[in-house]
């Protein structure tokens, strides 16, 4: 896992513009402690950070491919391809010679067989940059579930890009500037595919390649979901998920660096771990480490709410336990994570407010920071809930039926609300409604159908399709930001597109076969599972409760109000504020109490400390 960052210039002589080049990529430095490399030629320049996975030596960047001392092509690229050693045994067979044991150079000979055409072979995450010397061409790549991250930024004579936006705004000619349609982006959990919130920035979407010559810039989607007949049995079904899921994780515990995963006690996580724990012993590879997260108490006890009905701990010992896993939990000090350092870190790491993410980041960079410590790799069950239909929504019959994203309706809209503390003429202004509105449109005009789908298949066929293609890029870009910000690569095997591909289509009916929530998934991996996880609810990744938390955060905002020069002040209904701040403190403190606070002291964080413009 590495971070990339580039530019392109059909104007100017790049060779000249090492001092750009480099500190645009020194911005990736978190992404890839472990190594440097920059690559100049005239018309571009290739900049790479490396965490060391594969082939330590071997592996590293920018990777050239020459031919008779002339330069063919140059690489960058982060991320992992699971199927690298069949790729290469194949490429061998075509008469390619490979100097190193890396993947990179399997894509870089991969590209230079096959072209654009590569990204039908891949498998895994990944995000690269190929510059074509031979065509003075830039290609562009992002896997197929956009695990990970890759924005561009056209410039009068070529182009920019980077695995986060800091790498492009590193660059002179980058303007630091959000107009109205990049705060109500920020404002609203719709991730709208290829929008990112500063101006003149895009993102690569998922599955989507983007060429950049003298012609021009081109899109081509090489990827996205089909609607598909699904032929097979219950049964059937059942053994085609657990045998894709034997073979994904085989393919993702392969590293040479320690390895673990991340174990949350929730079926997800526990397959994972599980299987890979199986996996691990088989090879002779010894005992999967894994690790939970928890919160010291301060005696407050853990009390239920609409997406949390129980603890977590009981059930992460109780799978450590029966999988015969080295366990580690790691316990936060709720205090902690309204720290201002670790605010600032958590920032920095996603050049963005918090938004409605709230305590998860700072206790997501922790608890990753604490991982980082023991292992260079993770697992992680993220994405089984958008695969599977698990989120409680999805079994909501008011929020399957709502006229606008699942998530935002009823209860569960609580959690994901940032903007109750927003001026009410600002959001008049932005007109909120009206673009949640349209976002929910695009996304339903995207979703592939079928004449023999019933009006239950259809309509959960729209929401399948929302949260794989809308909610899961906000959790994936959550959990890519706070891993790579301590140089930790987490990888996510319900993302390989062959489950994804398979699940999508399997009828809603055989997705609650027993009446609950992720019914394929918890029989394909019961035989590995105590029954206490089996039966476990649902329960997403927990959330501090602590008074304490709200009170840092209170005292916080009451300096914002205090001081008239807080840039995010304007933006603020003041008086909604202060009421919050007169509020009495309950015995607990949950997520959607604090969730406009949170974007609040954001907001104004971001303003103050990232130089960004609005432009409204």
Not at 22 to 46: C, I, N, Q, V
Not at 62 to 83: F, I, K, Q, S
Not at 427 to 448: H, N
Not at 575 to 604: H, I, Q, Y
Request: hydrophobic share 40%; proline share 5%; aromatic share 8%.
């Amino acid at each position: 896992m590495c971070g990339i960052a580039g530019w392109v210039s059909f104007e100017r002589d790049l060779s000249r513009y090492r001092e750009v080049a480099e500190r645009m990529t020194r911005t990736m430095e978190k992404r890839g402690p472990d190594a440097e490399g920059l690559w100049l030629d005239r018309r571009a320049a290739m900049g790479h950070r490396r965490l060391s996975i594969i082939d330590l030596e071997g592996g590293r960047q920018p990777m050239l491919a020459e031919e008779d001392g002339r330069t063919l092509a140059c690489l960058v690229y982060t991320g992992e391809v699971y199927n690298f050693q069949e790729l290469r045994h194949e490429l061998e067979g075509l008469g390619h010679v490979f100097r190193t044991r890396s993947d990179t150079e399997v894509v870089l000979r991969a590209y230079l067989q096959w072209g654009e055409a590569l990204t039908a072979r891949l498998n895994g995450m990944y995000a690269f940059a190929v510059w074509d010397a031979r065509a003075e061409r830039l290609l562009l790549v992002r896997d197929r579930m956009g695990v990970k991250p890759l924005y561009y930024y056209q410039t009068a004579d070529g182009v920019l890009f980077g695995s986060e936006p800091k790498a492009i705004l590193a660059h002179p000619e980058a303007q630091r500037r959000v107009s109205v349609d990049g705060l109500r982006e920020m404002l609203d959990l719709v991730k709208t595919p290829e929008a990112a919130v500063f101006a003149g920035m895009r993102e690569v979407r998922p599955g989507q390649t983007v060429t950049v010559d003298r012609a021009g810039l081109r899109k081509h989607r090489y990827w996205q979901l089909e609607a598909r007949e699904h032929a097979d049995d219950l049964q059937t079904t059942i053994r085609t998920v657990r045998e894709l899921l034997d073979d994904i994780v085989e393919r993702q515990i392969v590293a040479d660096v320690p390895l673990c995963t991340l174990l949350s006690g929730g079926l997800d996580s526990s397959v994972i771990t599980a299987l890979a724990a199986r996996s691990m012993r088989r090879q002779g590879k010894g005992t999967v480490r894994s690790f939970s997260v928890d919160f010291v108490k301060h005696g407050i006890e853990f009390e239920a709410d609409y997406l949390r009905a129980s603890p977590d701990a009981p059930f992460v010992r109780d799978l450590a336990a029966f999988a015969g896993t080295d366990h580690r939990e790691i316990v936060l000090e709720s205090r902690e994570l309204a720290d201002p350092a670790l605010r600032a870190a958590v920032l920095g790491a996603q050049d963005l407010p918090p938004a409605y993410w709230g305590d998860m980041l700072p206790s997501l960079y922790k608890l990753f920071e604490a991982i980082r410590a023991q292992s260079t790799v993770a697992l992680s069950g993220e994405s089984a809930d958008e695969v599977f239909g698990g989120y409680r929504w999805f079994h909501d019959a008011a929020a399957v039926a709502a006229d606008t994203f699942p998530w935002l309706a009823g209860q569960s809209g609580a959690f994901f609300d940032g903007q109750s503390l927003i001026a009410p003429q600002l959001l008049g202004e932005l007109d909120m409604q009206g673009f949640r509105r349209d976002s929910y449109e695009q996304a339903l005009s995207e979703v592939p159908r079928l004449a023999s789908d019933s009006p239950t298949e259809r309509r959960m066929r729209e929401i399948s399709h929302m949260h794989l293609t809308r909610f899961v890029q906000a959790l994936l870009d959550r959990k890519d930001r706070m891993s790579m910000a301590v140089g930790l690569e987490v990888r996510v095997p319900f993302c390989d597109h062959r489950l994804v591909e398979y699940v999508f289509n399997a009828p809603w009916s055989m997705k609650t076969f027993d009446g609950r929530e992720k019914s394929l998934l918890r029989a394909a991996g019961r035989d590995v599972l105590p029954d206490s996880i089996v039966q476990r609810v649902k329960s997403p990744y927990p959330a501090t409760q602590d008074p304490a938390y709200e009170q840092a955060l209170r005292a916080g905002l009451g300096r914002v109000l205090d001081d008239a020069s807080s840039p995010g002040l304007p933006l603020l209904d003041k008086a909604a504020a202060w009421k919050l701040l007169d509020k009495p403190f309950g015995k607990t403190s949950t997520s959607p109490e604090r969730a406009g606070l949170e974007m609040a002291l954001g907001l104004n964080e971001w303003l103050l400390h990232h130089q960004v413009t609005l432009d409204l």
